[in-house]
């Protein structure tokens, strides 16, 4: 169900059923890819277009919660036995709740809006012009086409080492990719959408390409990498005759940047906004045989390319306008799907943007995909305001995160007795919990007791060798369990203990 589309929507009126059925049969024997089973053969998938294919179309009456309704009717398609759409319409009583379940692989977004309109027109008794082409003419069509300069293009994209987005997680990642989901959404306020607005008069960039730089900076900061990759969907209808089409035309662009901490965020904008101007011009090229072409590690666990989906909402959304009846959306999907570790979809609502993160349950809590979220707004905020500062520069935390870290996190105040040394204190603690573990280093520790008697033993030794109170002790030695035996034996001793780091050149270590 990780590619099911569903749509709920509440009617209140005269809802004919019957003419709702008819409807949706016209539909299916108006467009062929509703009669369309997808098959393997000799190891190939085709489609194989049948000739007649029945509406699956479901009329009942229930006192259930609209949500328990929806639970029970969402499920697994199987490609090889078409229709890939199911309607159910259920009697509430007082109204109707309007179910449709579509899988990806024969409709998109826009499919959707032209189901709606065409379904609209169907019910209510108006008459649509024949269709010219079908879906399988734009297959046969793309299969004819020259993609070998657009095949290179995204060859010489992807011909170095791939970075692997290395996000900080709430949980381990499963070995199998997890598509349990959840949401969460913030609002910009109109101030912030109006700078970005006017950020996108300036330099020349799309606002989808200032919200494009700006995600990359944001995980570019969490991950402390510089290389980074995004996915983006493009709608793919490069040929006019496929606007009235039902299909799949989606294809998902790797948008590869490089948000290095010197560059001003106007020059990594001006990056960005190449890299997706070169991008659409070689939109044609299916992302799948992308995966393939590229040495790309498979790994099961995780999408290949990139983690990270980024959308920016600009279709107008189609709605049922049946006869006497008053339809509203309904958001009741009863489990959120989350196809990648993260999808950000960005919607124009008015003069604002709204922005919803659809992020992997199996990775990152609520309360983190919130902070992320927000810290995202935050370098928006930050680079609209400031597009010449350097990327390194740009602040992402909000002022509650500002306050944790400089007052609750670092309130590190603590009594202790004045009248004692440190030397003083660790032997106590030593006496009272001998065998605790005291030091830990990889896979090796020492207990206080241990701690303590080695480093006696090297303080008798240094004072043997001659060290006095306040006697400077130099230390050359990597990070370890002796260097804090070290440290330790240096105090005991009465001197003063001097690190010295092991990457300083030898002619350093003699002045």
Not at 204 to 228: H, P
Request: hydrophobic share 40%; glycine share 4%.
């Amino acid at each position: 169900t990780a590619y099911n589309m569903p749509y709920v929507m509440k009617m209140t009126g005269e809802v004919d059923p019957e003419k709702l059925k008819e409807a949706f049969q016209a539909m299916i024997n108006r467009h062929e890819i509703f009669r369309t089973a997808f098959i393997t053969v000799d190891g190939e998938p085709v489609q194989k277009v049948l000739e007649n294919v029945e509406a699956d179309f479901e009329y009942a009456a229930s006192n259930e919660t609209d949500e328990t309704i929806a639970e029970g009717y969402y499920r697994a398609f199987d490609l090889s036995s078409p229709p890939l759409a199911r309607i159910k319409l259920v009697n509430k009583g007082e109204y109707h709740l309007f179910l449709m379940d579509t899988h990806h692989i024969i409709s998109d977004g826009m499919s959707e809006n032209v189901f709606i309109s065409e379904l609209t027109a169907f019910y209510n008794g108006e008459e649509l012009a024949p269709l010219t082409h079908q879906y399988k003419d734009y297959s046969e069509w793309m299969r004819t086409r020259d993609l070998s300069s657009q095949a290179e293009y995204w060859k010489n994209q992807f011909n170095d080492e791939i970075p692997v987005l290395d996000m900080p997680f709430d949980y381990a990642r499963p070995q199998i990719q997890s598509h349990a989901g959840s949401v969460v959404s913030a609002a910009m306020n109109e101030q912030l959408s109006a700078e970005i607005n006017r950020l996108s008069e300036k330099t020349g960039a799309t606002v989808y390409m200032i919200f494009m730089a700006a995600l990359m900076v944001t995980l570019s900061k969490y991950s402390r990498q510089e290389d980074i990759v995004i996915g983006s969907p493009i709608s793919g209808r490069t040929h006019k005759d496929t606007e009235s089409m039902l299909g799949m035309f989606v294809n998902t662009l790797a948008v590869r940047g490089y948000p290095e901490g010197k560059k001003t965020f106007d020059e990594f904008l001006k990056e960005i906004r190449e890299i997706c101007l070169n991008a659409y011009e070689n939109q044609e090229y299916p992302f799948e045989e992308l995966v393939e072409a590229v040495e790309v590690h498979r790994d099961l666990s995780r999408n290949p390319l990139f983690d990270v989906l980024l959308t920016l909402q600009n279709n107008e959304i189609e709605t049922i306008n049946l006869s006497n009846v008053n339809v509203e959306d309904v958001d009741s999907e009863p489990k959120t799907i989350s196809k990648f570790d993260m999808s950000y979809t960005v919607s124009p609502v008015g003069e604002k943007y709204e922005i919803f993160l659809e992020f992997c349950t199996s990775l990152f809590t609520k309360e983190t995909a919130k902070r992320i979220l927000s810290n995202y707004l935050e370098v928006l905020k930050y680079a609209a305001a400031n597009s010449q500062a350097k990327l390194d520069d740009i602040e992402m935390l909000t002022e509650n995160e500002k306050t944790l870290i400089l007052g609750a996190f670092n309130d590190t105040d603590a009594d202790y007795p004045r009248n004692k040394t440190v030397v003083d204190l660790f032997e106590e603690q030593a006496n009272r919990t001998p065998d605790n573990t005291a030091v830990v280093f990889e896979d090796t520790s020492l207990t206080y007791v241990q701690l303590n008697a080695q480093a006696d033993r090297l303080a008798g030794k240094l004072i043997a060798e001659g060290v006095k109170p306040g006697d400077y002790v130099a230390m050359y030695i990597e990070r370890s369990l002796e260097m804090i035996i070290g440290i330790y034996g240096i105090i005991k001793a009465g001197g003063v203990y001097v690190p010295i780091n092991t990457m300083y050149p030898a002619a350093f270590m003699c002045r």
